[in-house]
């Protein structure tokens, strides 16, 4: 524990000295969530997304998978409470999209819209910004489609149906460049890469990734390890479940890494 704090000390002093802009981003919304120091305007943001998460929980409706070859149906409930993300994350990608006034963000895994609804309520002040969100089962896709549009407008959300093989090359094609990823869809080891070396092709200038689980089983961990090695990252920020990376395409240094713990 005392080691932990040390180490986080030293790391949080790492950064506070970085002129990277996103770097500082990334620490705003660190410090926020570890402090919990919110505005009132965030406090009713996360409440009204807690309230859709509990209210989610109670639901017994059943919904298949069929789409991916199985023949499994779980209730809505179940499906909250094992693949949506924690809140203290969801306060973290909240405090991360506004702190970095995210444009355009994609998040591949929608869910039942849960981090979706703390990206959109991050960024409900910016008329201009929009997520695209991916999203294989059908039922998900609506319910998360009636929960963003009690949040925002039609226009600043678009939910991309189906399977990612059939999906993800479509987006690769949209001429949208996204300036904020959130990987939290299919977390194999080819997969994960093959999002991100395809995605970190479409940027332009400074882009961020987040990638959740990446401690979840060899594979992620492998896959974490190769992207922050990548060519293109100029920072990576290991939160053990959350791996954040910074890419530059016409980067050419050697990538800087930080280690931070939210909680410990
Ligand atoms: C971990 S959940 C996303 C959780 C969500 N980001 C949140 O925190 O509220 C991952 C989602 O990705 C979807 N998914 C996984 N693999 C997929 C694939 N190959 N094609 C389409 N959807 C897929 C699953 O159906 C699941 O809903």
Redesign the pocket.
Same mark, same amino acid.
């Given at each position: 524990m005392l080691i932990r704090k040390i180490e986080l000390a030293r790391e949080l002093n790492r950064m506070k000295k970085c002129p990277n802009q996103t770097v500082q981003n990334i620490l705003k919304a660190f410090l926020a969530v570890r402090s919990n120091t919110y505005n009132q305007d965030d406090k009713e943001a996360f409440e009204r997304c807690e309230n859709y998460r509990n209210a989610l929980l109670k639901r017994s409706e059943k919904v298949s /998978?069929e789409i /991916?070859g199985l023949d499994d149906e779980k209730t809505m409930g179940e499906i909250c409470s094992k +693949? +949506?993300?924690p809140k203290i994350w969801?306060q973290f990608l909240y405090m991360l999209a506004k702190k970095s006034a995210s444009q355009n963000m994609l998040?591949? &895994? !929608? @869910?039942? &819209?849960?981090?979706?609804s703390y990206l959109l309520e991050a960024t409900a002040h910016n008329h201009k910004s929009k997520l695209i969100t991916?999203? =294989?089962?059908s039922q *998900?896709c609506n319910i998360s489609s009636r929960r963003f549009s009690e949040i925002t407008n039609l226009d600043r959300f678009e939910i991309v149906e =189906? *399977?990612?093989?059939d !999906?993800f090359p479509k987006i690769l094609k949209n001429p949208v460049l996204f300036d904020m990823h /959130?990987i939290? &869809? @299919?977390h194999q080891q080819e997969?994960t890469l093959e999002y991100f070396m395809k995605l970190k092709e479409k940027t332009r200038q400074q882009t961020v990734f987040v990638f959740?689980d990446i401690n979840w089983s060899k594979g992620m961990k492998k896959a974490w390890k190769t992207i922050q090695n990548d060519k293109s990252v100029l920072f990576s920020i290991d939160l053990w479940k959350l791996g954040i990376v910074i890419t530059n395409p016409s980067n050419a240094g050697k990538p800087t890494g930080f280690k931070l713990f939210l909680s410990f």
């Open positions: /998978f /991916f +693949a +949506a993300s969801c998040e591949i &895994g !929608t @869910n039942l &819209g849960i981090s979706g991916m999203e =294989g089962v *998900l =189906g *399977l990612y093989q !999906t /959130f939290d &869809g @299919n997969a959740d």
